[in-house]
């Protein structure tokens, strides 16, 4: 059994198993907490899979169980979960009225993995996607190849932003976002705000509405795993990320 400062809190495994729901009753050998300790433990020191430390389960076994609970979308759903109840907690509505979208290049660490470059930023490797409510808890990520750019890689997040949450009426986004007006511009009570950014100013004036996404980038580079792309796969690299979140926001249920 591990002992590690990433192991969850009995009050979060208590709310996690309650959301895992059988997922993980196949497991024999191993408890499911032992799993997603060790998983937590992977995100958040950026250790290698096969490097997990005595007393995890076996790597392979830890492994196996992260790519399956992505594929069903265990991580996805129980991200909201959490950013309702923390919503909740703040006496808020669970569903936002408005999101603000960025996003993030990160090199890849990986010779043989899916990436691009981005040129603007002179980074090889892929970008995040990500759509936030107005506390900075995030909603949702699409990962792509560096190389595609912002207004593009936004078109599947925002579909799935008004797919998933019902109350969305205004998305907050920069200027690169402008040409994704043409896009949503027929969606009735739907508004695409898009402002223009202070970059090159002297001093640092956070843009109203807009600077909640970039504390939220602050936030997980406290997760080593995802300060480079690790992943070969770009499916596996937005579940690690989505991972990730759910970890940040378990912090509001210890």
Known sequence: MSCYSTDLTFTQIVLTMVNLD???????????MEIINAIAYVIKTGC???????????????YHHFRSLCDRGWFRAFLRVLVEGRRSMLGQPPD??????????????LPDSQKGVDGNKRIKGIKRHVAVDSNGYVLD??????????SKGAIPLTARILSDFNEIGIMKADM????????????????????????G??????IQGRWV??????????????????????????????????????????
Not at 97 to 105: H, K, L, M, R
Not at 215 to 223: A, I, L, P
């Open 96 to 109: 936002p009225y408005e999101c603000v979208v960025d996003s993030q290049s990160v090199r890849s660490a």
């Open 201 to 206: 100013t002297p001093n640092f004036i956070p």
């Open 141 to 150: 990520v699409i990962a792509t190849t560096a190389n595609v750019h912002d």
């Open 48 to 62: 290698q899979w096969s490097m997990l430390p005595k007393g995890f389960p076996n790597s392979k076994t830890v």
């Open 22 to 32: 059988g997922m993980l009753s196949r497991l024999r050998k191993y408890n499911p």
């Open 176 to 199: 690169g976002y402008a040409a994704l007006k043409n896009t949503v511009s027929d969606i009735d009570g739907f508004i695409l705000e898009c402002v223009k950014s202070n970059f």
């Open 213 to 254: 996404v970039e504390r939220t980038f602050s936030w997980m580079g406290n997760y080593r795993r995802l300060t480079r792309n690790y992943e070969r796969l770009l499916k596996v690299a937005q579940h690690m990320f989505i991972a990730g979140c759910v970890f940040f926001m378990l912090r509001y249920f210890a």
